[in-house]
Nanobody, 118 residues
């Protein structure tokens, strides 16, 4: 099992930027894929971005071109650079790892709040 801790959230104005970090309790080098999810107020959790251990990335259409996911295996950390933020990006952001046994993302952290004011 791996524990994930998210950080970097905060309050930012429309058009601003934030960089989220997700630090793991152990090496992530062998984890097939890491992802960022978010849960807006009153809505279901949704996938924002994912990155494989080979560096392949995919993004939700709503963040394509504004967000960049990256990973530093040496630091056991996954990042989410968020630019040109919009009020609709307001949510609690979670980090997760892909479990190759269950074929699902799990090991959710406590989340970090991102609030974008208009």
């Amino acid at each position: 099992q791996v524990q994930l801790v998210e950080s970097g959230g905060g309050l930012v104005r429309d058009g601003g930027s934030l960089r989220l970090s997700c630090t793991a309790s152990r090496s992530i080098a062998t984890i097939t894929s890491m992802a960022w999810y978010r849960q807006p107020p009153g809505k279901q959790r949704e996938l924002v971005a994912a990155i494989t251990n080979r560096g392949r990335t995919n993004y939700a259409e709503s963040v394509e071109g504004r967000f960049i996911i990256s990973r530093d295996n040496a630091k056991n950390t996954v990042y989410l650079q968020m630019d040109r933020l919009k009020p609709e990006d307001t949510a609690v952001y979670y980090c997760a790892r892909y479990n190759s046994d269950t074929l699902r993302f799990d090991s959710w952290g406590q989340g970090t709040q991102v609030t974008v004011s208009s």
